[in-house]
Each structure stands twice: as structure tokens, then as C-alpha cells.
């Protein structure tokens, strides 16, 4: 074989070598090839009483809560005997959010609206970065001082998502029990939004 040809075959190797490191280090590092979604829209605007966020056009317009009932993989609180969600490492972090609440999560925000939430991903929560802490991307909630109440007569379609699919499927995805009022413990809004 000739010298020219063994430097194209040695250069084509690389090649190859490259690109299958790239991609791994990709799809490891939770990425995908579809363009991230846009910024999520805001469940509430600047005027109603509760939330801190700004307004986004077409938030929880004409939408109702869905009666759709998820699929036979929805987690479930009794099959986690996992360890808590903040105990795990990164990479088993990445494996939950991706194989139990995205696709969770993303089924009852889509039976919910599914234009709005047709593109719903990491982004949704974790901003463009995909990196973000939810507390920082979501909407902050005011409980306090009748705060819980405005957003109900405000927002009764949202919060009723929120409080009978979302929290719950989260709460169950995570591997914890749902937020109990009488007892102050377990998984709440305050697990993915600032609240006060």
C-alpha cells in the first residue's frame, strides 16, 4: 500500500475515532439533536396576585385540565426504593429526569395543553441551558397571605393540574411522597419553585 494511501487511511480512522468520542460525550451529557424548546411560558401574568414572573402571551388560555390518565410506566411512589433524588449522582440524576420525569411530567403538561407543551423537554425547567436550577426558570409562587387562595380563583385550571397530576407525578418520579399539609413534609411546589 502506498504512503498516501495509509496518511488517508490513518486520517480517516481519526476521523471516525473523533465523531464517536463526540457523540458519546453527547448523548452522555444528556443532549439530544432536536433545538431545545422555547422558553416555557408563565402559567400567570404580571397582574395576577400570586405570581412574581413576568407575563408570556398565551398563558392558560381557554385550557382545562385534562382527565387523560398517563401510561402504564408512570411512576410510582411504592416501586422507588431508590435513594433521594439529591443523594444520587450526576449521571443517575440525568438518568431519572430523562427516563421518569420528562416523560412523565411532559405527558401531563401535554394532555394538559398540548400546543403549548408540544416542544416540552429540559429547557422547559432547566432554561435554554438546560442547566438552570428550576427555581430560578419557573415562575415564584406566593402562598402566603391568601396568596394560595388568589391563584386559585385566578389560575383554577393550572393549579388543579399542578396539585392533582403535576406535583404528585413529580413527587413520584423523584422516588418521595407528596407534600401533606397536616404533616408539613414530603415533596411540595417549593421542590421545583421559589414559594413564600
Do not use: W
Amino acid at each position: 500500500m502506498s504512503q498516501g494511501g495509509r496518511r488517508s487511511r490513518v486520517v480517516r480512522t481519526s476521523f471516525i475515532a473523533a465523531a464517536t468520542v463526540l457523540i458519546a460525550s453527547f448523548i452522555a451529557c444528556g443532549g439530544d439533536a432536536t433545538p431545545p424548546p422555547a422558553t416555557p411560558q408563565v402559567t400567570a401574568d404580571a397582574g395576577t396576585a400570586g405570581f412574581t414572573a413576568p407575563a408570556q402571551p398565551g398563558a392558560d388560555a381557554g385550557s382545562t385540565a385534562s382527565a387523560a390518565t398517563p401510561g402504564p410506566d408512570k411512576p410510582k411512589v411504592d416501586d422507588t426504593k431508590a435513594p433521594k433524588f439529591d443523594d444520587l449522582p450526576k449521571d443517575k440524576k440525568v438518568e431519572v429526569m430523562m427516563t421518569k420525569v420528562v416523560p412523565t411530567i411532559g405527558k401531563d403538561l401535554k394532555d394538559h395543553d398540548a400546543k403549548r407543551y408540544e416542544k416540552f423537554g429540559c429547557a422547559t425547567c432547566h432554561g435554554p441551558s438546560k442547566k438552570q436550577d428550576p427555581h430560578d426558570v419557573l415562575p415564584k409562587l406566593t402562598m402566603s397571605n391568601g396568596g394560595h387562595d388568589k391563584l386559585m380563583k385566578a389560575k383554577p385550571a393550572i393549579m388543579k393540574l399542578m396539585a392533582e397530576k403535576v406535583l404528585p407525578d413529580m413527587a413520584a418520579a423523584l422516588g418521595e411522597k407528596p407534600y401533606d399539609p397536616a404533616t408539613k413534609t414530603g415533596f411540595g411546589c417549593n421542590g421545583c419553585h421559589k414559594v413564600d
